[in-house]
């Protein structure tokens, strides 16, 4: 089976740089993704990592070691707007394409 | 693009009540997914169809829900009775099988068991 953990809040100050980890336990899978949800709304996709390594997407990366075990998503120049729940999700190699997903980090940025 | 239209937003109806809740896909995906969202438990995936198939309905919690996809525009997720522990939000998502993780998310459904 498959388990994320991420931390459930983080805390960071406008303009600065925030890092959101994920932990993993699964057996084998094919990448690990990012998505993001505000208050009220749906999750909306971020990022997508199949290899290790890091991706850029403007502000936001997102890293893999699968070595590791581990993922992180990287925020930078945080902007108010950014305040919103942060999930990590893993697709198994049970050649299905159902995601996993972790609990969620609430992430508040204040002024 | 209209994204993934689910319907009805908000719903609120008493315990042992039928709930049926509808999801119209993206045109031209072909994975649809329900899932269900509360702060105690999180995001938890109910059930997937890729071509109009159930693949996978482990996440279904009993047999008061059901799921079905006659057509590759349109879902549904029924629950029948309803009971209060099944108020969360409902979401329906849906991508492409070649798409691999990315899936689009519908506005969600607000379902409220008094």
């Known amino acids: 089976g498959q388990s994320l953990e991420q931390p459930s809040e983080v805390t960071a100050v406008e303009g600065a740089i925030v890092q959101i980890n994920c932990t993993y336990q699964t057996s084998g899978f094919y990448g690990l993704s990012w998505y993001q949800q505000h208050d009220g709304g749906a999750p909306t996709f971020l990022s997508y990592n199949g290899l290790d390594g890091l991706e850029e997407t403007g502000r936001f990366s997102s890293f893999l070691s699968r070595s590791d075990s581990y993922g992180y998503l990287l925020l930078q120049e945080l902007q108010m707007k950014d305040s919103a729940s942060y999930f990590c999700?893993?697709?198994?190699?049970?050649?299905?394409?159902?995601?996993?997903f972790g609990s969620g980090t609430r992430l508040l940025v204040r002024p | 693009d209209a994204g993934v239209i689910q319907s009805p937003r908000h719903e609120v109806t008493e315990m042992g009540q039928e709930v049926t809740l509808r999801c119209k896909p993206i045109?031209?995906?072909?994975?649809l997914f329900w899932y269900r969202q509360t702060m105690m438990r999180g995001l938890e995936l109910l059930i997937y169809?890729?071509?109009?198939?159930?693949?996978?309905d482990s996440g279904m919690p009993e047999d008061r829900f059901s799921a079905k996809m006659p057509n590759a525009s349109f879902s549904t997720l029924k629950i029948q009775p309803s009971e209060p522990r099944d108020s969360a939000v409902y979401f329906c998502?849906?991508?492409?099988?070649?798409?691999?993780?990315?899936?689009?998310f519908g506005p969600g459904t607000r379902l409220t068991v008094l």
């Open positions: 169809f890729n071509n109009n198939v159930p693949i996978d």
């Open positions: 999700a893993v697709r198994g190699m049970d050649s299905s394409y159902k995601l996993i």
């Open positions: 045109s031209g995906h072909n994975s």
């Open positions: 998502a849906s991508g492409t099988s070649g798409g691999g993780d990315t899936q689009y």
